[in-house]
């Protein structure tokens, strides 16, 4: 992760929405415009209070579940390593999207937590010395529960 030492580096904002989720759940957060898409991977587990304990991917699209195209390699899912994939590839490197499409982050794919990523029109500011980033800056509704206790439904059943 970038600690603010670049001072190369612009600041941007970007809003992440959990858009099939029952309840609102955005975050907003500030990330080097040279952040790579692990770092953003991170910041967002660390947002909802996941165990990062499964694959992901980032795909561009119209809508959760339509992807154009990977950001990044296709998977070859034998052999896939997200972190060595997405460690490479800066979030500047994708920005801005061909008009009508959407950055999507897909957190495991059983499942399936899709996150629609859009960048703010926000002004993109300089890096501040001393703050670490990514960092969230804005939260609406709560993080959802990755592992819901589905036993209390199958007893009532």
Known sequence: MNNGKNRKDVIWTLRVKLPLYESDCIRIFEIPSNANFLDLHEAIQRAVNFDNDH????????????????????PEWETFNPDNVYKKIRISDVW???????VFYLFDFGDNWTFHITKTRHKDKPVQPGVSYPRVIDAKGEAPEQYPDWDDDWEDE
């Open 55 to 74: 694959l992901f991917e980032f795909y561009i699209g119209r809508r959760p579940g339509h992807r154009a195209y990977p950001v990044g390699q296709e």
């Open 96 to 102: 801005p999207v061909p008009k009508g499409m959407k």
